[in-house]
């Protein structure tokens, strides 16, 4: 919404299935930044990609407790630092 | 940008103004549920409030909102259960409703009600309610979840570090309900006065501060588990989200459920039928046997025919949202939304457009309604476009009804199912011909909860509460439309009932070169006119229009009336027009849209017609 995707910094839409991540930045309209951190997706926390939906539909993502749904194109707008071992 | 986030930091150590008047002119305390959408709010409203629930109308607010009166300690109170929000500062229409109510609205206490198993993120709005200054009582529900999933809280920690009070509950079950009465009784019996909140924008908390503010909690009273404890709803999500398998169980999962209802409701609906008709025949019509043959005729084969065809339908509903009920609280709805987003998306739709368009298969006016959640105007419209093709329950009693009447009774679920199947189709058909029209590019984020079984009361008192809400809505366009449709069967005076002579005769035959293709004769043509106000009226209007009140033998006469052929015809035109009066009313009402209103109605007339023309046309081709 508004704003260009991020460059080549690695984010939420590729992060591994099953890979851990931690949040660096979220580069959304000021709505969905809010939305996004009232569910928890705010730089700091620790994500998770749990599955991928068919057709290139939406990512199942943990967050602390939470556990959601998003958009791979509003993924996109998160960027990841991904944790080096997976669990 | 939010002003929220520009307000000042010292607003933490200086809570919001509050202006206190004195109590409202009735004495009555007033105390409001507060908390994100899916706590449980609506749960402990009803474990609160027992079931005197009504729809209550806010000065200033557009929406209604739930509220009840009871006597608390007691003193009598008047509790609002508000809508689900995120976040305080938001700019989403709830929130900006709930910000609205807070504002003119003078309160004694704001009940929060949180997750507890996701305490680590929903403390926020804990944080938020106390830094405008309102009188908090902290109700941490879904205890037994948090436990299950391994999460320890230090209750009387937490309430220390906050200031506030905080109790454990389990809504659902029941669990500390007792105790949570207790208190909030005797939070309302030291006599604060009540406050509202003035400029709330101003006096919330920006994000650093929150998450300052809400680690030491965290770590003071709470214990995460490293991972969330919750093997159930990972293991059946691994099987119900399967790229492969997730969309195929869904479909089946729905076909087993109209299976089972149908299997269930109509032997249930028939004998309630029958029963009706002996009331009318051995109770009724000798009472009615004095008045003159007119009027007589008008209470018994009118009104009572009318209404009791319809009434007999009332199980069947009760059955089907005691399935949907089911299937809503479980959490499976919100994996739909997840499986089918993908599609959605390329018709220019979203996952909820999805899910609303399931919960219009109960009435579709809650269904537009809903449409409220999405913010982009062209997303809003087009799920407006779409939804009305729900097959709704209405629609459904009369597929059930002459799906039995023309049909084996082995063919009869096959109807029904090949009708929810073209319910789908022509969304689908619709979204796609016009989502250029209608573009957005809203973002989707939704919560997935973790798999819920219902308890049987709530399923049943759901249930209940949606069939009483039937009962009343239809009552009225049923009476009236059943009325008309019976003097336009017997005026003018003096023709024979139902003949060619009469009003509604004349209108059928006027009619005729527009519906003729299509396979709908002139009774079937005043039928299908009344089912514009609501398709309740559709049947009760057979009934009275082939003078048949027993439903075996008003099947009996469509059968001798018509050929499949043109009941399925009829059937494919009535799930595609207009559902109702009370659809384009809302619908007005939402878009605030006159033309879009409008050619929403032509297209689905439009396509309605269409529709049974290529099928009746082609069966006839076939017939040679
Ligand atoms: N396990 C559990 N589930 C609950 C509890 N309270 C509510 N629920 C479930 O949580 C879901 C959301 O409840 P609801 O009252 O509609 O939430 P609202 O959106 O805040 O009004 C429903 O499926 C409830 O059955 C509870 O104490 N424990
Ligand atoms: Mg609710």
């Not at chain 2, 520009?6 to 009735?26: F, V």
């Not at chain 2, 500062?89 to 929130?95: K, P, W």
């Not at chain 2, 941490?140 to 299950?148: F, I, K, S, T």
């Not at chain 2, 559902?579 to 006159?594: D, H, I, Q, Y």
């Amino acid at each position: 919404m508004g704003l260009p995707p991020l460059g080549p910094v690695p984010t939420l839409a590729e992060l591994a299935v099953g890979r851990p991540g931690t949040i660096l930045s979220v580069a959304a309209a000021a709505g969905l930044t809010q939305r996004l951190s009232a569910l928890g997706l705010s730089p700091g926390r620790n994500v998770q990609v749990l599955r991928r939906a068919w057709w290139s539909g939406p990512l199942h993502v943990r967050v602390g407790m939470t556990e959601l749904m998003l958009r791979r194109s509003d993924a996109a707008r998160i960027a990841i630092e991904p944790c080096e071992s997976g669990v | 940008m939010s002003p929220a986030t520009a307000s000042d930091p010292a607003s933490e150590s200086a809570p919001a103004r509050l202006e206190t008047e004195g109590r409202p002119a009735d004495g009555r305390q007033r105390v409001a549920l507060l908390g994100m959408p899916n706590t449980g709010k609506s749960t402990f409203f009803t474990r609160l409030t027992g079931a005197h629930a009504q729809i209550g109308n806010w000065p200033g607010l557009t929406v209604d909102l739930m509220q009840a009166q009871l006597e608390l300690g007691g003193q009598p109170a008047l509790v609002v259960d508000l809508p689900g929000l995120y976040d305080l500062r938001g700019y989403s229409e709830d929130e900006l409703l709930v910000r609205g109510f807070l504002e003119s609205t003078r309160l004694d206490l704001v009940l929060v009600i949180l997750n507890a198993s996701q305490i680590d993120r929903q403390l926020q709005l804990v944080l938020q309610a106390r830094s405008l200054g309102l009188p908090v009582l902290v109700l941490l529900n879904m205890a037994d979840e948090a436990r299950r999933f391994g999460l320890t809280i230090d209750h009387g920690a937490l309430s220390r570090e906050l200031g506030l009070p905080v109790l454990p509950i389990s809504a659902k079950y029941g669990t500390g309900c007792a105790e949570a009465r207790a208190a909030i009784e005797a939070r309302l019996s030291c006599d604060t006065p009540p406050g509202r909140c003035l400029d709330p924008a101003r006096f919330l908390l920006d994000d650093l501060a929150l998450d300052a503010a809400l680690a030491p909690l965290l770590a003071a009273a709470v214990r995460l588990p490293e991972r969330l404890k919750d093997r159930t709803t990972r293991r059946l999500d691994a099987v119900l989200l399967q790229p492969l398998l997730g969309l195929p169980l869904f479909f089946l999962a729905m076909f087993l459920m109209f299976q089972g209802i149908y299997a269930l409701g109509v032997p249930l609906q028939l004998g309630l039928a029958h029963g009706l008709e002996r009331v009318g025949t051995e109770l009724i019509r000798p009472l009615l046997a004095g008045l003159p043959p007119f009027l007589g005729g008008f209470l018994m084969d009118g009104l009572y025919q009318g209404i009791g065809t319809v009434a007999a339908f009332l199980p069947v509903i009760f059955l089907f949202f005691l399935a949907m009920g089911l299937v809503e609280d479980s959490g499976y709805l919100s994996r739909a939304a997840f499986l089918m987003d993908g599609l959605m998306e390329r018709l220019g739709l979203d996952g909820r457009s999805f899910v609303l368009s399931l919960m219009g298969f109960g009435c579709n006016v809650p269904a537009l309604l809903g449409t409220r959640v999405m913010r982009s105007s062209g997303l809003r419209l087009l799920s407006m476009l779409v939804i009305p093709f729900s097959l709704c329950s209405a629609r459904l009693n009369v597929f059930l009804f002459m799906s039995a009447a023309l049909f084996a009774p082995r063919q009869g679920a096959t109807v029904i199912f090949s009708l929810y199947l073209l319910s789908f189709v022509a969304m689908i058909v619709t979204a796609a011909l016009f989502k250029g029209s209608f573009s957005s590019d809203e973002p989707l984020v939704l919560e997935l909860p973790p798999y819920r079984f219902p308890t049987f009361r709530q399923m049943l008192n759901r249930a209940w509460c949606e069939v009483r809400h039937f009962w009343f809505w239809s009552r009225r366009f049923i009476i009236l439309g059943v009325v008309a449709i019976w003097l336009m069967n017997n005026l003018p005076m003096g023709v024979a009932p139902a003949s060619a002579g009469t009003l509604s005769g004349m209108l059928g035959q006027a009619l005729q070169p527009l519906l003729a293709p299509i396979g709908i004769n002139p009774k079937l043509t005043v039928a299908l006119l009344f089912g514009f106000i609501a398709k309740e009226i559709v049947l009760g209007g057979l009934a009275v229009i082939y003078t048949q009140a027993d439903p075996l033998r008003l099947g009996q006469a469509l059968a001798q009336d018509l050929d499949w052929a043109q009941a399925y015809s009829f059937m494919i035109f009535t799930l595609l027009y207009t559902p109702c009066l009370s659809t384009v009313a809302v619908m007005r009402s939402e878009s605030k849209n006159g033309r879009f209103t409008a050619f929403a109605v032509l297209w689905s007339l439009l396509l309605a017609w269409v529709s049974s023309f290529v099928f009746y046309q082609a069966v006839l081709w076939f017939r040679g």
